[in-house]
């Protein structure tokens, strides 16, 4: 419930910053939609992550979660990062869980995408 | 949060309890407690609490006779009473039902236990607006139907169906109509004698919960299989013991509601025209569901571009407000009335029902208008759909929706 108050890590960055994924994942169609950015720095940590979410409280408060849980963690830690622990985290109750699946999907997909624009 | 600082604006779900209405109930719980169907002095004041209430009851749907009111637990009840009632009664030769997919689910509900009964569902389309197909009715009613029903207005967008013609194709055709007028009633002029059967409710007009009746003509004279059985009360079709306090309540709200209509729906046009105003001088982009025109007084459905109706409720948390949006309910369907007019999902989701009745200020008016912009500009600041060049995603086939041209501002 804070984190659908007063949410951390709202906002956007540079999408075309090679250092930075993008992932925008959901539809409105659906209810739900929630794009999320990580930004990376040269210790392949991330340093930066922001999301913007439409949603009930509990998808914006999933989105927030996951994005303060990236900040410091390397691409390999933030894969352990499940729905499970944000869904435990805000006592998600059961038909909630998509939200906080949704979340996992969004990291999942900034992920691709930071490693797809930087493989050379 | 204390009581004093809820604005309750979901008039549409239940209303409270009127004071007046309260009082008239009070001599029948631990005084006047008799069985009205019981011959002894004690029944036989329960008994004309009981009458006295269905008189009252019979004025305002200008029903021409009392008996043609029959008690029940609510509207539900009252609904498949008339749609199971009639269709079990004349089910034999006649194995087709009418109606409309915006119906409460009460109706729907008991139409698909029809139809595990054998009976062919049909359901008339119905435009953007909410109204039901004229045309589609006048085709569909033959020498085959048993029943056609169509509610007064709706629950969600307060949309008022043409019952008046819906009544002259039926009465041509010898079909009996049934109408669900637990929104209607009390709100705006119902007829009772152009109907054969009609569903209203007490806790939707200021009365109690746990009470409804319907009304089951007499002239020309329907019959109905009843739900359950008994000792034969409310002739035969409705059986157990009725609850005088809960009767006597109901027959005070609509009185009360009778004598206080016309100046209620002007006052509450007005604060509605007020609500209206104030949202749309600090929103851009919202619209109004439904057909403004047409419509229960109080009774007002948005849609906000670029954000959940769920979300922003809960930035609401002392505004009692219902939305249509996916998550609110256990059921996480979205609203399948909205659904049915045409709205796209994310209109769908976007929804608020804001319904605004006889307690209703002007200052709750104006502090919930404000709470809600407040909320719904947070949420659009984190919202990834609210961008100006997304907006066709949401904008521009829903232009059509609104009912109201002189409410809406372009982004």
């Known amino acids: ?120 | 949060m204390s009581t004093k600082n809820i604005i309750y604006m979901d008039y549409q779900a239940t209303t409270p309890c009127d004071k007046r209405v309260l009082e008239s109930m009070l001599p029948y719980f631990c005084d006047d407690f008799g069985n009205p169907h019981s011959n002894h002095v004690m029944g036989s004041r329960a008994h004309e609490a009981v009458e006295k209430a269905r008189d009252q009851i019979a004025k305002l749907i200008k029903a021409n006779n009392a008996r043609e009111i029959i008690f029940t637990s609510g509207a539900t009840e009252s609904n498949n009473l008339a749609i199971c009632g009639v269709a079990r009664f004349y089910g034999e030769k006649r194995k087709k039902i009418i109606t409309d997919p915006i119906e409460h689910k009460c109706v729907l509900e008991a139409c698909r236990a029809m139809e595990r009964e054998g009976f062919e569902i049909v359901m008339l389309p119905v435009s953007e607006k909410g109204l039901i197909d004229l045309n589609a009715l006048e085709k569909a009613v033959d020498e085959q139907t048993v029943l056609v029903s169509v509610m007064t207005a709706n629950n969600e967008i307060g949309v008022v169906q043409p019952i008046d013609e819906i009544s002259g194709i039926c009465r041509r055709k010898n079909v009996p109509f049934h109408t669900d007028a637990a929104q209607a009633v009390g709100k705006t002029e119902v007829d009772a004698s152009k109907v054969d059967l009609m569903s209203i409710s007490a806790h939707k007009i200021y009365g109690p919960k746990g009470i409804g009746a319907l009304y089951v003509g007499l002239n020309p004279r329907i019959k109905l299989t009843p739900l359950f059985f008994g000792g034969g009360q409310e002739r035969g079709m409705r059986s157990g013991t009725l609850a005088p306090a809960l009767c006597a309540g109901f027959g005070k709200a609509c009185e009360i509601a009778a004598s206080e209509m016309e100046s209620e729906r002007a006052r509450l046009t007005m604060l509605k025209d007020r609500f209206l105003k104030k949202i749309f001088a600090g929103l851009d982009r919202v619209y109004l569901n439904g057909d403004e025109k047409q419509g229960i007084p109080g009774c007002i459905n948005l849609s906000f571009f670029g954000v959940e109706g769920e979300g922003i409720m809960l930035g609401i948390p002392d505004i009692c407000i219902s939305s249509g949006s996916a998550c609110t309910s256990e059921s996480l369907e979205p609203s399948y009335v909205l659904k049915a007019i045409g709205a796209r999902d994310e209109v769908i989701h976007s929804s608020l029902r804001i319904g605004l009745g006889r307690f209703t200020t002007a200052e709750e008016v104006d502090r919930a208008a404000s709470k809600i912009i407040t909320a719904v500009k947070r949420l659009r600041a984190m919202s990834p759909v609210w961008k100006e060049e997304d907006c066709e995603i949401f904008g521009k086939s829903n232009e059509s929706l609104s009912g109201s041209e002189k409410y809406r501002r372009t982004g």
């Not at chain 1, 409280?57 to 999933?62: K, R, V």
């Not at chain 1, 390397?74 to 729905?83: A, D, H, P, Y």
């Open chain 1, 1 to 120: 419930m804070n984190l659908y108050l007063d949410p951390k890590n709202i906002g956007e960055l540079d999408e075309n910053d090679k250092n930075v994924g993008t992932s925008v994942v959901g539809a409105p169609a659906c209810g739900d939609v929630i794009k999320l950015q990580i930004k990376v720095d040269e210790n392949g940590k991330i340093s930066d992550a922001k999301f913007k979410t439409f949603g009930c409280g509990a998808a914006i408060a999933s989105s927030a979660l996951m994005t303060d849980w990236t900040l410091g963690k390397t691409l390999e830690e933030v894969k352990t990062i499940k729905n499970k622990d944000i869904a435990d985290h805000l006592s998600l109750p059961p038909v909630k869980l998509h939200c906080s699946v949704l979340a996992e999907e969004a990291l999942e997909k900034a992920v691709e995408n930071y490693l797809s624009k930087n493989k050379e």
